[in-house]
């Protein structure tokens, strides 16, 4: 898997204006390589399993040329500090992943059901962006703050299409367009993104849009066409990084912002569905849950309709994800060596907080949290544990 990189400090070279006192610029190309994941991929991929004695038929045509696979990826980049005070980075990258394994279906004529593939193109590009300053004055004051952006687009280019395979001699053309993942609350589809989220089932409405309720009060919810509700990535990220230290005290705090994207949460719909959290309270005391525009009805039969917890009825438990935080802060003062007579040298307290304040959420959880460390499922609250807000106290000496 070739790598190559080339960078260059323009500033270096060539002569440039005086407020411009560094300039870099850098580039760079890389290949990597992934095994095959085991999951979804059985014993009959490429044997046939014996149980009991006897051969136990998979109907998956053995497939023993699995190749791995494989990210392309560039970016490019630019470093500069004016005035020596200023510093500012930018850099866009791009990356293409290809031999996604599928697992498509043969014709009966062929005397198997399915053949795994690898095709697929998924793009991930984005920008990453910072710009900072810093800088000390003659009473002993120090100051730095840095700003950071980052924005990834995540996008599938490419599914299954007219793969041609050779099965028992026989040519087949297959087409995969899209993939349910997650129990299909991920569809994978070209145009769509790994992050796309969908619910199924609804409340059935009339040709008004307003939901369908009987002359005796009864309606129902029907399955339909997959809704997308968005995405579980955000839109962008962004930080704000502060340092102060003047005559041994210090001070840094770090802001952190991601705004954009949905999450879910199946805790509040089984919460509903129980009748246990306050929502369905202030229904029971407002005689009712609520149609908007058409009144009130039962608050028992109406959640525990919509309070299943799983995909399909997840797009009433929809919510932004847009949070902002106070995710560090830390506050230190260094002691003079004189007062330990030179025998303990730079001693200093500290007392540290991390994940002290959320500034602002509206997701009745921290949409920060992740249910799950694989590709899918992310984004959804089924009784997690909160994040965790830490204090703690520090002290540094030398000998």
Do not use: C
């Given at each position: 898997?070739?790598?190559?990189?080339?960078?260059?400090?323009?500033?270096?070279?060539?002569?440039?204006?005086?407020?411009?006192?560094?300039?870099?610029?850098?580039?760079?190309?890389?290949?990597?390589?992934?095994?095959?994941?085991?999951?979804?991929?059985?014993?009959?991929?490429?044997?046939?399993?014996?149980?009991?004695?006897?051969?136990?038929?998979?109907?998956?045509?053995?497939?023993?040329?699995?190749?791995?696979?494989?990210?392309?990826?560039?970016?490019?980049?630019?470093?500069?500090?004016?005035?020596?005070?200023?510093?500012?980075?930018?850099?866009?990258?791009?990356?293409?992943?290809?031999?996604?394994?599928?697992?498509?279906?043969?014709?009966?004529?062929?005397?198997?059901?399915?053949?795994?593939?690898?095709?697929?193109?998924?793009?991930?590009?984005?920008?990453?962006?910072?710009?900072?300053?810093?800088?000390?004055?003659?009473?002993?004051?120090?100051?730095?703050?840095?700003?950071?952006?980052?924005?990834?687009?995540?996008?599938?280019?490419?599914?299954?299409?007219?793969?041609?395979?050779?099965?028992?001699?026989?040519?087949?053309?297959?087409?995969?367009?899209?993939?349910?993942?997650?129990?299909?609350?991920?569809?994978?589809?070209?145009?769509?993104?790994?992050?796309?989220?969908?619910?199924?089932?609804?409340?059935?409405?009339?040709?008004?849009g307003y939901v369908l309720v009987s002359s005796d009060g009864k309606y129902e919810m029907e399955d339909g066409d997959p809704v997308y509700l968005g995405k579980t990535a955000p839109d962008f990220n962004m930080g704000w990084n502060n340092a102060i230290s003047y005559k041994g005290f210090g001070l840094s705090f770090l802001i952190n912002g991601r705004f954009g994207g949905v999450v879910t949460s199946s805790t509040e719909a089984i919460l509903d569905r129980y009748g246990v959290s306050q929502r369905t309270a202030n229904a029971r005391e407002s005689e009712g849950a609520l149609f908007p525009g058409q009144g009130r009805v039962d608050a028992k039969t109406y959640y525990q309709m919509i309070g299943t917890g799983n995909y399909q009825t997840s797009g009433y438990y929809v919510y932004s994800a847009t949070n902002i935080r106070l995710q560090e802060l830390t506050f230190s003062y260094t002691m003079p060596n004189k007062w330990f007579g030179n025998v303990l040298k730079d001693v200093s307290v500290s007392f540290i907080a991390n994940n002290p304040w959320m500034l602002y959420c509206k997701a009745p959880f921290d949409p920060e949290l992740t249910p799950s460390t694989a590709t899918y499922g992310q984004g959804n609250d089924y009784f997690m544990q909160p994040s965790v807000r830490s204090f703690g106290f520090g002290l540094k000496f030398k000998l």
């Open positions: 898997y070739p790598s190559v990189g080339l960078s260059a400090i323009i500033s270096e070279m060539v002569k440039l204006p005086e407020f411009l006192s560094y300039l870099k610029v850098r580039g760079s190309y890389t290949e990597v390589g992934a095994p095959v994941s085991r999951s979804g991929l059985t014993p009959g991929t490429v044997t046939t399993p014996i149980v009991g004695g006897n051969f136990k038929p998979t109907y998956i045509y053995p497939f023993t040329d699995f190749k791995a696979e494989r990210t392309k990826s560039y970016e490019f980049g630019l470093s500069l500090r004016l005035f020596s005070k200023f510093n500012a980075e930018v850099t866009y990258y791009k990356s293409n992943t290809y031999n996604q394994t599928f697992l498509g279906n043969l014709p009966e004529s062929t005397g198997y059901n399915s053949i795994y593939l690898q095709a697929g193109n998924v793009e991930n590009r984005g920008w990453e962006a910072s710009f900072g300053y810093s800088d000390r004055f003659k009473n002993g004051l120090s100051i730095s703050s840095t700003l950071t952006f980052s924005k990834n687009i995540n996008e599938i280019k490419e599914m299954v299409k007219d793969y041609n395979t050779e099965v028992m001699g026989v040519p087949v053309s297959i087409n995969i367009p899209e993939v349910l993942k997650d129990k299909g609350r991920t569809i994978l589809k070209e145009g769509g993104s790994i992050h796309d989220i969908y619910a199924t089932r609804f409340f059935k409405k009339d040709s008004q």
